[in-house]
């Protein structure tokens, strides 16, 4: 008899036998459905490997990569130059980085919001707080109500840097800990705008989004990011302090096989092969 618990925690444990090796993933809440997924199948698979799962965010990951209390980072931005460096002195290693899955960051509204496609210099001059009513963008006479992630998540970090060129999020953005949560507020709001994975969305409306005001808008389809047509899209990442074998390689190995990478599908990112 098997027992698995999905949580922000991923666990097993069989009747008759206790699991000879241990794997620790920890980061991006963005990927933590997904890796959640992962340690599922392949744990019901492999009944001789735990693959523990947590989230907190991709910096959190990246400091536990760091200070050595998981095996895996997940993070939904590429580490930067400084943080390889902390790795560099600890381990003597740069770290390896594996690109585990796609996403197409995703602007949310309130399914009743008239406005169905922004450029991107529109959603940072909505999160610059240049812009603050709907009615400027094409939709109703209402204060646009901006919610986003806290930052230590790689959603944040990579949509600073990506669609706000760098700048400061507006001070009046309420930020919440986690995708699910901005999800579940902009679906309650008719004025809101969120931003956040593509696997997420549910409930809520999603926006096409146009490179500038003379491009096409695209959705954050598999085949709109496949061709790179969506503007804002990004890869999901794995990090490992050094080359994986053992355990570790199998699992990394197959999560980017056919099998693996089928499951990126039906969680609702997008396969990297």
Known sequence: ?????????????????????TITVKGSDTMVILAQRWAEVYMSKHPDVTVQVTGGGSGVGISALINGSTDIC?????????????LKQRYNSLGVEIKAAKDGLSIYTSQSNPVSEL???????????????WKQLGGNDSKIIVY??????????????????????????QS?????????????????????????AKGIKIIKVKED??????????????????????????YTKSRPSGAMKDYIDWILSKEGQDIVTKVGYFPVK
């Open 1 to 21: 008899m098997k027992k698995i618990l999905l949580a922000l925690l991923v666990s097993v444990s069989a009747f008759g036998f206790s699991g000879n090796e």
């Open 74 to 86: 997940n993070s939904s931005r590429p580490m930067k130059s400084s943080e390889r460096d902390k």
């Open 119 to 133: 450029s991107i210099d529109q959603i940072e001059q909505v999160y610059t707080g240049k812009i603050t009513n």
């Open 148 to 173: 986003g992630r806290e930052n230590s998540s790689g959603t944040y970090v990579y949509f600073k840097d990506n669609v706000l060129g760098g700048a400061d999020f507006t001070s009046t953005m």
């Open 176 to 200: 919440l800990p986690g995708t699910a949560a901005v999800v579940n507020a902009v679906a309650k709001d008719k004025n809101a705008i969120g931003f956040g994975g593509a696997a997420y």
């Open 213 to 238: 005001a003379n491009s096409t808008a695209y959705l954050p389809t598999e085949e709109n990011i496949k061709a790179n047509l969506y503007p804002i899209s990004r890869f999901l990442f794995m």
